[in-house]
């Protein structure tokens, strides 16, 4: 089972080559091949959310991604987020508000709510609920996770 | 201080935590995330069985597959002898440890370790295990708890003996421990009562269900010294268990604690270090292993199913004059269930005079229980806290009245005996009594039926050891070290007492989690006691530093010590004229006068204060499908003091969200033949965005006396109210008594027919 395959994608604006075995997920291509350890790895089944990528601007699980599969396209993760040393709105809202405790979640989250406020940047707090319920969080109920990226829509609104 | 009067400056503040940009950029370091050059990774070979006898382990197969490195069995172990050691909230037996790392003649549940293997891939060593021939002979498996207490059941450690029984007996047996407290007379206070109420419960097993599967690296040097990186609560506690399952010095082993994704108890104990330390050791190269989901639900420590039986009785007053309850808690494959944390917490918050409780600790062919947030606790409260809702309602007094009645306070004598120090339990009832949820009417739903239910909770919280430094950095700012995995925020409330004590601004304290050998002993993160004892050690090792700098002040000034005074970050002297000088300014010259300042700390602390929740719930019931959900949720909790209030609100919504998962969804689902069905996120339903409100908190600060500060823990005691206040709400909204967890739609179903 080696039989490496050589993929290009661009990763958070840059573009990057790799080999990797047609077994390996987009998930552990990120982490252990590119040394991209902010998406984490919860379940391997899709059902934690703690991987969250943005793949060609749709949001996915990249466990349940082939890392061959994303040849050609984009990919966007948490690393990508920050624009240089100035956090996104919704980084800066979750630590004002403690939206994370272990903050093993968080980089799904992140980028869930990222892929949320870019298609609907003036969500209800049910709209909000619906987006991230794809992802799993133990430690903190929700409720200032919540809170954060209904406040981080309303700063990106000017409100 | 006194702690009523003091105006905190930074205590009770919300500064942003000092590890938060490291976590929402993706850069903290968890576990799985290490990496050193030439890394071998490592899998588990697991039993497909629930119980039977391992004949033989054919592994030359494996062995012979490309890239393998290693493949270790029990046979690589030490050979240990029983016996019990203290290790922070549950006590722990070497033997029994090292028989659950990797499974000697028997494996006693589906998912007992088997053995494991090194390769140079994840992916080869998936492929390793798979070759391992074991031949098994399978053997009946028993894995209800009142089954396994049976004369006839099958046996799963043949060796043990009940401890603590009445009649000594050398029979073989699955009871592994049984315990009585009990005081007053039983028979009168039912004789007296006017309202008696009995019922049974059955509550199943539940996961911890952190996110983050558990981890290990670990790098064996030929001098014999090991590195192990995890993602653990304890540091020194994964140190000294490794030590004693493999029969090494502690001192050979260094565990540098990685970022933790989640542990609520569940990583207290150890599963992959001690197997990365041995593949370590046989391949002379580091090994990770990193579980998967279906593992962790496997072959982790989920805590106990149980059943319970609840008898109380109380007068037309509103007084509870009996109360007789027997539990018997599954521990899972080997000793350990926290049943008697069950015994001592249920009806704790309660002054009952004639009491009678038994609990029973039974093993059964499912993982070796663990710690789980309040262990034992929330499983009780599902009894006791619904049979006095019943109570309350047949003799028509409000259940927040009734349990005003009742209400311990200080100098009320627990279930065990002592008596209480200031607590704030009839606080948070009155709070709730109170508060905007309560006093509202219930929502009017279409096609659903609405109720609203309360329940209380306790919980003990733990003391135990640890150490802390506080130094000063030449700028006058302050790092702060401490041994204590930052599971939810300790960082920041550590930081927030030394900043308090030094004058400082939360932001000019640099807090520091360090791995064994870099600070004192310090025990796990558990027991809700990080900021409580951690804190209090911050506490002290700061006013060391304190100390310190009046004496470099005083060399300045050529004074005395005593004669210079430190406050809000200024040193001045009282007895030379009116000098004084800020911290930064005295940080700058502490080379002239007498050197580096470190202060420091280790303690035990005794002055534990408890902790009570009550809270208050609204659910809608849909009687076609019997699903249930939580509309409205309000807790109320006596939190000694809020160090960083964010943080205590998101212990107490994240322990409800947990607390509801298990009330509704949470359950392990084993089939005919011992499998268990649900081991995925898929099928073990954990609560989602979509499944909870909002979650209002209100933080009640009665001071603990027994903390400088006031701190009491506040991580635990709000999972244990969920369950039952959520089971009160539905007999409210459907008239069903609900006896069994989880409330999920199939059985809210059934109960609603067999009503009607």
Known sequence: MSGKVQVEITLNGESVEFLCEPRQSLLEVLRDVLGFTGSKEGCLTGDCGACSVVLDGRLVCSCLVFGPEANGKTVETVEGMAKGATLHPLQQKFLEHAALQCGICTPGFLVSAKVLLDKNPNPTEHEVRYALAGNLCRCTGYDKIVRAVLDAAAVMQGR | ?756
């Open chain 2, 1 to 756: 201080m006194d702690v009523q009067e003091h105006k905190f400056k930074v205590i009770g503040t919300r500064p942003i935590r000092h590890d938060g940009v490291d976590k929402v950029t993706g850069r903290a370091h968890y576990g799985a995330d290490i990496s050193l050059p030439g890394m071998l990774h490592g899998k588990v070979l697991r039993s497909p069985h629930a119980h039977a006898r391992i004949k033989s382990i054919d592994a030359s197969a494996a062995l012979a597959l490309p890239g393998v490195k290693a493949v270790i069995t029990s046979a690589d172990f030490p050979k240990l002898q029983s016996g019990v050691v203290p290790m922070g909230e549950l006590p722990m037996n070497p033997l029994y440890m090292s028989m659950n790392l990797l499974a000697q003649d028997k494996v006693l549940y589906d998912g007992h370790a088997v053995a494991a293997v090194a390769a140079t891939s994840p992916h080869i060593a998936e492929e390793a295990i798979k070759l391992i021939k074991v031949d098994y002979e399978v053997l009946p498996h028993v894995q209800d708890v009142v089954a396994a207490m049976k004369d006839d059941a099958p046996i799963l450690l043949s060796e043990l003996r009940t401890s603590g029984a009445p009649e000594k007996s050398d029979k073989p047996t699955n009871t592994a421990s049984q315990l009585r407290f009990a005081r007053g007379d039983l028979e009168a206070g039912f004789k007296a009562a006017d309202v008696i109420v009995e019922r049974e419960f059955d509550t199943a097993m539940v996961h911890q269900g952190y996110i983050e599967p558990h981890n290990a690296v670990a790098q064996y040097n030929a001098n014999g010294q090991t590195t192990i990186w995890t993602s653990t609560q304890g540091a020194f506690t994964a140190r000294d268990q490794c030590a004693l399952v493999l029969n090494i010095p502690a001192g050979s082993i260094k565990v540098v604690p990685a970022e933790i994704g989640g542990g609520f108890g569940g990583k207290i104990g150890i599963y992959l270090e001690p197997l990365a330390l041995l593949l370590s050791k046989k391949t002379g190269k580091p090994v990770k292993l990193v579980m998967s989901r279906g593992e962790v639900l496997r072959a982790t420590g989920p805590t106990s199913g149980s059943h319970i039986r609840v008898k109380m009785g109380a007068n037309k007053a509103g007084k509870i004059t009996a109360a007789q309850i027997w539990m018997a808690y599954e521990a899972g494959a080997f000793p350990g269930a926290p049943v008697g944390a069950g015994c001592m917490t249920t009806i704790a918050p309660y002054d009952v005079e004639n009491l009678q409780i038994d609990g029973f600790d039974v093993l059964v062919n499912k993982p070796k229980t663990a710690a789980y947030r309040a262990p034992g606790s929330t499983n009780a409260a599902m009894g006791s806290e619904t049979v006095i809702d019943e109570l309350a309602e047949k003799l028509g007094i409000d259940p927040l009245e009734f349990r005003r009645i009742n209400g311990a306070k200080e100098g009320t004598a627990q279930p065990a005996g002592p008596k209480f120090p200031r607590i704030g339990y009839l606080e948070t009832v009155e709070a709730i009594k109170n508060s905007p949820h309560y006093k509202s009417p219930l929502p009017k739903m279409d096609g659903r039926v609405v109720g609203r239910g309360v329940a209380s909770g306790f919980w003990f919280n733990a003391g135990f050891q640890s150490s802390a430094t506080v130094s000063i950095n030449s700028d006058g700012t302050a790092n702060v070290v401490t041994g204590s995995t930052d599971i939810g925020g300790s960082r920041a409330s550590c930081a927030m007492i030394a900043a308090e004590v030094l004058g400082l601004k939360a932001e000019e304290v640099h807090p520091v989690v360090a791995d064994t050998e870099s600070i004192g002993h310090t025990d796990m993160t558990g027991g809700s006691r990080v900021t409580f004892a951690t804190g209090y050690a911050v506490y002290d090792a700061a006013q060391d530093a304190v100390n310190m700098l009046k004496q470099r002040a005083a060399t300045l000034w050529k004074v005395k010590p005593e004669d210079v005074v430190f406050q809000d970050g200024v040193v001045s002297c009282t007895t030379n004229g009116n000098e004084s000088m800020t911290l930064k300014e005295l940080a700058a010259k502490l080379p002239r006068a007498g050197g580096p300042v470190q202060g420091k700390a280790s303690v035990n602390p005794r002055g534990v204060g408890p902790a009570f929740a009550t809270h208050v719930v609204d659910v809608a019931v849909d009687p076609e499908t019997g699903k249930v959900d939580v509309l409205r949720y309000t807790a109320a909790q006596d939190v000694g003091k809020a160090v960083h209030p964010s943080y205590v609100e998101g212990q107490i919504q994240g322990a409800v969200t947990q607390g509801t998962g298990w009330a509704l969804n949470e359950e392990y689902y084993y089939d005919d033949k011992g499998t268990l069905r649900n081991s995925g996120f898929l099928d073990y339903r954990m609560p989602t965005t979509l499944d909870m409100p909002m979650i209002e908190t209100i933080l009640i600060e009665v001071p603990n006396p027994g903390h400088p500060i006031g701190i009491r823990g506040v991580g635990e005691v709000p999972i244990v109210p969920p369950p039952a206040a959520i089971a009160n709400a539905i007999h409210q909204a459907v008239g069903v008594r609900m006896d069994t967890l989880p409330m999920s739609p199939p059985k809210v179903c059934k109960a609603i027919a067999e009503k009607q």
